[in-house]
């Protein structure tokens, strides 16, 4: 039963972020027509339509009430997952060009690496030495695909990797959302995935009405929303409804700390789709994957061997506790 539950996990994952791998060469000829807020909104909001109708069928009306739970908390989750992630690395991807859906599949890679940064901050658990060895690793494969290789460019012209940033910030705002549903341990994944949703469109519409406001981006019209409308198609129901609800279920399974590993499997999908559009990756591009890959996944193996030893000197150190919990209901 915990062999089938581990590989639902597995699947769940993998699913997730094979749909997301394909969703930035997807964007890019989105991002001709619309501008990746009023995109966003549009996006999630179907999503969040698909979401509300699974949960109702599952669990009914009840699981919508929020009294007496924590719904500040998930609404800042809600924000940080889905106004943070989808507005800041589609706005970089929008930056960064033809080459866009490349760089943003690559930069998902950070997310192990911001991930223990993120639950050493809330949950003040540490990473080893060796892991800040691994993270160091990674991060040189991240910053040698982003150059090329070309490491002498990032210093004389900083300003050429400027999409950089929002696209590290917006996966940061992705594993704070991952990381959130913890907070939520009594929750099942169908409702952690829609309640904070539906809050985090609150965030969403806000800061659209914003921007229209200001004139900073342009009144959606039903030309553009036709345009992009195979496109919308795939991000809310695919990408959106499937992916994030697989990621959820899977994360709730192996953890986020294991769950975000998967995220290597974005950039291979999206090299693999934008070859496909003659879009192809340079062999330094290549290598610089490869060596955050293979980090990431020695990082992972070391912490699955610390947990098991740190397991057994427990054991070793109070055999007669193990048949006390097990008489503990």
């Given at each position: 039963m915990q062999t089938r539950r581990y590989v639902t996990g597995l699947l769940c994952c993998l699913a997730a972020t094979i749909s997301w791998g394909a969703m930035f060469p997807v964007m890019t000829d989105a991002l001709r027509h619309m501008d990746p807020f009023t995109f966003t909104a549009l996006r999630y909001s179907l999503a969040g339509l698909a979401f509300l109708a699974l949960l109702l069928v599952r669990e009914g009306v009840k699981s919508l009430s929020l009294k007496g739970e924590r719904w500040g908390l998930a609404w800042l989750f809600g924000s940080a997952g889905f106004a943070g992630f989808g507005f800041l690395v589609f706005l970089g991807q929008k930056l960064a060009g033809p080459s866009g859906a490349l760089t943003a599949s690559i930069m998902m890679a950070t997310m192990p690496m911001l991930g223990m940064f993120v639950i050493w901050a809330l949950r003040k658990v540490r990473p080893p030495l060796f892991s800040f060895v691994f993270i160091s690793t990674s991060f040189a494969g991240i910053v040698t695909v982003i150059t090329k290789g070309n490491l002498h460019a990032l210093l004389v012209s900083p300003a050429a990797y400027v999409a950089d940033l929002p696209i590290v910030i917006g996966a940061l705002c992705w594993v704070i959302y991952t990381?959130?549903?913890?907070?939520?341990?009594?929750?099942?994944?169908?409702?952690?995935?829609?309640?904070?949703?539906?809050?985090?469109?609150?965030?969403?519409?806000?800061?659209?009405?914003?921007?229209?406001?200001?004139?900073?981006?342009?009144?959606?019209?039903?030309?553009?929303?036709?345009?992009?409308?195979?496109?919308?198609?795939?991000?809310?129901?695919?990408?959106?409804?499937?992916?994030?609800?697989?990621?959820?279920?899977?994360?709730?399974?192996?953890?986020?700390?294991?769950?975000?590993?998967?995220?290597?499997?974005?950039?291979?999908?999206?090299?693999?789709?934008?070859?496909?559009?003659?879009?192809?990756?340079?062999?330094?591009?290549?290598?610089?994957?490869?060596?955050?890959?293979?980090?990431?996944?020695?990082?992972?193996?070391?912490?699955?061997?610390?947990?098991?030893?740190?397991?057994?000197?427990?054991?070793v150190a109070s055999p007669a506790a193990t048949p006390l919990a097990k008489e503990c209901p």
């Open positions: 990381v959130g549903a913890s907070y939520f341990p009594k929750w099942s994944a169908y409702r952690y995935t829609t309640v904070t949703t539906l809050l985090g469109l609150t965030t969403v519409f806000a800061i659209d009405l914003v921007l229209l406001a200001l004139g900073v981006i342009p009144e959606p019209t039903l030309s553009a929303v036709a345009a992009v409308a195979p496109q919308l198609l795939y991000m809310a129901f695919v990408a959106g409804f499937i992916g994030v609800l697989c990621w959820n279920i899977g994360n709730k399974i192996l953890t986020p700390l294991n769950g975000v590993l998967f995220m290597d499997v974005v950039p291979i999908t999206a090299f693999t789709v934008s070859a496909l559009t003659g879009v192809v990756p340079v062999p330094m591009q290549i290598t610089g994957a490869t060596i955050t890959a293979i980090s990431l996944l020695m990082n992972n193996i070391y912490q699955r061997r610390r947990v098991q030893k740190a397991a057994v000197a427990v054991t």
